[in-house]
T-cell receptor, first 112, second 116 residues
Framework: RKEVEQDPGPFNVPEGATVAFNCTYS??????FFWYRQDCRKEPKLLMS???SGNEDGRFTAQLNRASQYISLLIRDSKLSDSATYLC?????????????FGTGTQLKVEL | GAVVSQHPSWVICKSGTSVKIECRSL??????MFWYRQFPKQSLMLMAT?????????EQGVEKDKFLINHASLTLSTLTVTSAHPEDSSFYIC????????????FGPGTRLTVT
């Protein structure tokens, strides 16, 4: 089983729609969680960290469920510019230091 | 803030040659830098963790003699792909964690390597 799993999509949604992505992780020792956005042929950019209490940044809301070991990302009122691949990432401390493991990403396409 | 640069942006080289990629943190110091590789339609895979002044820690399956990492200062790490082969063609991305942070990583723009 992969350490971090995501549905690869693509998710095709109309502009203005609300869309949610889930990500599951297998290692209960994971300590911190993130959502990154990656545009085609570009580097990932940190979208938001994810906390147990849930956190919101404008149209984006992230949730963490430690008991079920999943994190989610909700995008409201989606824009054409939201089209990208969304990567969840899970951090844990190993003998060699902090290690960030990425899911394969979920592709979102927002259409007119 | 937290800008990471990488050079070159892309490189095409012949099989058997070596290629050096630089990763710099421009406006912060980083004790730890990370090197990832991403093949088309796949996720980022961590290759190695690089700590300033010490040997890099390589992930399982990554050949340390093929992918040489040097982290000479708090703002610079280099990855050298030695004797490159076509199967080494990939998108190589570095990231860095600022001194005052523990978990957040800031990524460079990546280097696209094509070996012919």
């Amino acid at each position: 089983r992969k350490e971090v799993e995501q549905d690869p999509g693509p998710f095709n949604v109309p502009e203005g729609a609300t869309v949610a992505f889930n990500c599951t992780y297998s290692n209960s020792a994971s300590q911190s969680f993130f959502w990154y956005r990656q545009d085609c042929r570009k580097e990932p950019k940190l979208l938001m960290s994810v906390y147990s209490s849930g956190n919101e940044d404008g149209r984006f809301t992230a949730q963490l469920n430690r008991a079920s070991q999943y994190i989610s990302l909700l995008i409201r009122d989606s824009k054409l510019s939201d089209s990208a691949t969304y990567l969840c990432a899970v951090n844990r401390f190993t003998g060699g230091g902090n290690k960030l493991t990425f899911g394969t990403g979920t592709q979102l396409k927002v259409e007119l | 803030g937290a800008v990471v640069s990488q050079h070159p942006s892309w490189v095409i080289c012949k099989s058997g040659t070596s290629v050096k990629i630089e990763c710099r943190s421009l406006d912060f110091q980083a004790t730890t830098m990370f090197w990832y590789r991403q093949f088309p339609k796949q996720s980022l895979m961590l290759m190695a963790t690089s700590n300033e002044g010490s040997k890099a820690t390589y992930e399982q399956g990554v050949e340390k003699d093929k992918f040489l990492i040097n982290h000479a200062s708090l703002t610079l790490s280099t990855l050298t792909v030695t004797s490159a082969h076509p199967e080494d063609s990939s998108f190589y991305i570095c990231s860095a964690t600022p001194l005052q942070m523990t978990y957040e990583q800031y990524f460079g723009p990546g280097t696209r390597l094509t070996v012919t």
